[in-house]
């Protein structure tokens, strides 16, 4: 069952975006970025989910500067749920996995993340 599920209108962030020399405060502002587009992402929706798992998936219109699913960075993301009241925790008791997928050919380029239950839940995403 999918218990949430937003887009973020935002190229999606890599890992060499965020570390490629970068000084920390310039990290910092990247992350409360991301925390900011988060939240706007998410409106009022402030579901309380005890455990699950993290599908993200890179939705990116054209094939031009495809990053690698293992490349995708979404712990900005991660950390905002927690802030929000949404996750108790980021750790194994509550994220039991996290899975990424760069979609190519999307109507829109941004970064969806989907909250699910199960990991049978991950298959019906498609």
Known sequence: MI?????I????MTWNTFYAGTHW???????????????GALGDRRPRIDECY??????IRGR????DASNICIKPVEDTLVH???LADDNPDHVKGVFLRVRTGSPRTGLEI????D???IAEIG
């Open 84 to 86: 929000a009241g949404i």
């Open 119 to 121: 990991m049978a839940d």
């Open 114 to 117: 989907i909250l699910v239950e």
């Open 54 to 59: 993290i599908v993200a998936v890179a939705h």
């Open 64 to 67: 031009a500067h495809i990053p």
């Open 25 to 39: 405060a310039k990290r910092r502002r990247i992350s409360e970025r991301w925390h900011t587009l988060t939240l």
């Open 3 to 7: 218990l949430l599920r937003f887009f």
């Open 9 to 12: 209108d935002e190229r999606p």
